[in-house]
Each structure stands twice: as structure tokens, then as C-alpha cells.
């Protein structure tokens, strides 16, 4: 098992790389430039032009191992990895739609709010059913139309009904893939945020067992893709992974909790992720209730720090980058304590 992980890892690294060579040259001869928010840090300026989509990388290394190292689980009949895979791709498909309505309109805006929760919406109430068919969520013993809901560190469950269970769901889905989506936007901040995520994800399949086999060949293909993707976004970026990047990992962060049946997880292991989207909930909020007033600089909180809130110190992206990666790593260690005895 230990074998099939590492050469995930190192087969996604691989695999990132190259289609990144290939890959950030075309989109820089197709002219597939971002557009930078003018509301934004006016130093982002600079940035304007260059490539997005680049989450191809990681997502194509996602796939490869999957129907490779990922083969033989699905020989044995786990398949949880090919459904939290095609899950993220549908949401990444979806980042791909939004992607191309602003490289088309050369603007900053892509899909609707609407279209975009829409879709979302209904990709994640499948997922739910999807998981509940094939026997992967905890069916309550004493109540066979509940779900068990896992408390971390608690190391206990709780059952919730089915229609409960997948409003929390699609809550958590749909507010998971979006928070991601709020933490792109410093160089490298998402991938490097995410990479402890999926690390963790990873050592859980190690020390649970052959059981999650499969999604531990997910989880490390990830992480070697985001390393080779990092290769092009550590700053200064070549390339933006774009909202088909951003929503592909986020649906991938997400699905793959569902996956081991433990959503709850999300509240330390994805911390910094909530930290983003709360800020930027606080902000809009307050600007409105004050006519106008702002508690941070600017939202969400990575641009805060940059444009020195609070301290007067602002922070460069590089230093945003060990920041966010190290809080997250230190949240991921957490996480695995409060799930530790679980099996």
C-alpha cells in the first residue's frame, strides 16, 4: 500500500509538470489571460494577462493516476476515488464554464451568482445520493432512515435524517468549494493551502487501511499534483489556476470528507478556507449595516494583510503563502489527533 501511495504522489507530480510545459505556453499563445479585479490591490495590476486555467495540470494528474495506480482498488470494488474524482471534475467543469465567459467577454465576470449556486447545488444533492447508494455514508443501526454524523475528538456519532442530512450536505458542499474559491487569489495561496488538506487525507488512508486504498491514491496524486503546479503558480505566478482549478479542488476537499464519512473534519482541517469566506461574509455585512464602513482593509483576509491591516505591516505574497500553508499544516496535524481513534 505504501508503494502504490508514493508512486501516486510522484506519478501526479510528474504528470502536472509536463502538461504544465506544455500547457502554460499554449495558453499564453491563445492569449487566456486573467482579468485582474480593478477593486483589487493595485500591485495585482501587473499580473493582468496572465494565463488562467492552469488547474488543468493537477487535474490531469488527478485522472491519470486514478485510471492507473487507482485501477486495481476498482478491481476490488472500491470506486469512492472515481466518484469524489468525477464529482471535483464536474465542479471543475463548471470553473471551466465560468473561466471561458470571461476570457470571451474580457472582463472580470463569468457565470451568474445564480447559475453558478445552481449548478453547484445540484452536483452536490447527487453526490449525497450517490455516496448513500453505494453503501459509503454511516447508516444509523437504531434508526435506518438516519445518517451517522462523526464528531471529531469526541469520537462519537450522532444520527441526523436523510432530508436533514443532505440540506447540512449541500451546505457544506457548496460552501467548501466556494471558500476555496475565495483563498485563490495570491500566488500559490490555494494550492499551497491545500496541500497539507490532502496530506492529511492521504496518512489517513495510511493508517486506516487497504479500505481507503482508493481514496488515499486521490488524495496523493493531489498532492503530487499540486507540487507540480506550484512549479508554474509559486510567486512570481506563470500561471492561475483559474475557477477550474479552484472549484475542482475545492469539490475534491469536500467530496473526499463525505467520502470518509467524517464532513465534520472540515471545521479544523479546513480553517483557513473558513477564515477566507468568513471575512468576506463579515465585510459585505457590516458595509452594509454601517452605510458604508469597512472592518478590513479589503476582503477576503489575505488581501487585509496585504494592503497592511491591523499591524501596518504588508505582507508580500511569498510571506502570505508560508502564512496561510503553515497555519493550515499545523491545522491538518490537529485534525488527525481529533480523528486518531476513530477505527
Known amino acids: 500500500m505504501t508503494i502504490r501511495l508514493i508512486t501516486a504522489l510522484v506519478l501526479g507530480f510528474l504528470v502536472s509538470t509536463a502538461v504544465g510545459a506544455w500547457l502554460v505556453p499554449y495558453l499564453r499563445r491563445i492569449k487566456a489571460g486573467q482579468m485582474i479585479r480593478q477593486d483589487g490591490p493595485t500591485w495585482h495590476n501587473s499580473k493582468s494577462g496572465t494565463p488562467t486555467m492552469g488547474g488543468l495540470m493537477f487535474i490531469a494528474a488527478a485522472v491519470v493516476v486514478c485510471l492507473t495506480v487507482g485501477f486495481r482498488p476498482m478491481l476490488n470494488g472500491d470506486y469512492s476515488h472515481i466518484f469524489v474524482l468525477i464529482f471535483a471534475f464536474i465542479y471543475g467543469a463548471i470553473g471551466f464554464l465560468d473561466d471561458y465567459e470571461k476570457l470571451k467577454k474580457k472582463q472580470n465576470l463569468g457565470l451568474t451568482a ?197 499591524t501596518g505591516k504588508k505582507w508580500k505574497e511569498r510571506e502570505l503563502f508560508v502564512l496561510f500553508t503553515g497555519v493550515s499544516a499545523a491545522f491538518a496535524v490537529i485534525s488527525f489527533i481529533g480523528i486518531y481513534f476513530r477505527y
Request: net charge neutral.
Open 114 to 310: 445564480k447559475q453558478k449556486f445552481l449548478l453547484q447545488l445540484v452536483v452536490a444533492i447527487a453526490f449525497i445520493f450517490l455516496l448513500r447508494r453505494f453503501g459509503l455514508l454511516g447508516v444509523s443501526s437504531e434508526k435506518p432512515n438516519c445518517i451517522d454524523v462523526y464528531v471529531p475528538f469526541a469520537n462519537v456519532s450522532f444520527p441526523l435524517h436523510e432530508a436533514a442530512y443532505v440540506v447540512f450536505a449541500a451546505f457544506v458542499i457548496v460552501g467548501t468549494v466556494n471558500a476555496v474559491n475565495i483563498t485563490d487569489g495570491v500566488d500559490g495561496l490555494a494550492s499551497g493551502t491545500s496541500l497539507p488538506v490532502f496530506i492529511f487525507y492521504t496518512v489517513l488512508c495510511f493508517f486506516w487501511g487497504e479500505r481507503f486504498l482508493g481514496l488515499g491514491i486521490l488524495s496523493a496524486a493531489l498532492t503530487g499534483g499540486l507540487m507540480g503546479f506550484l512549479v508554474y503558480n509559486f510567486n512570481p505566478a506563470k500561471v492561475f489556476m483559474g475557477d477550474t482549478g479552484s472549484l475542482f479542488l475545492g469539490g475534491a476537499v469536500v467530496a473526499s470528507a463525505f467520502a470518509y464519512d467524517m464532513p465534520l473534519i472540515l471545521i479544523t482541517l479546513g480553517i483557513v478556507y473558513i477564515i477566507e469566506t468568513l471575512s468576506d461574509i463579515i465585510q459585505v455585512t457590516y458595509f452594509k449595516l454601517s452605510h458604508g464602513k469597512r472592518i478590513f482593509k479589503m476582503a477576503p483576509f489575505h488581501h487585509h494583510l496585504e494592503m497592511g491591516g491591523w
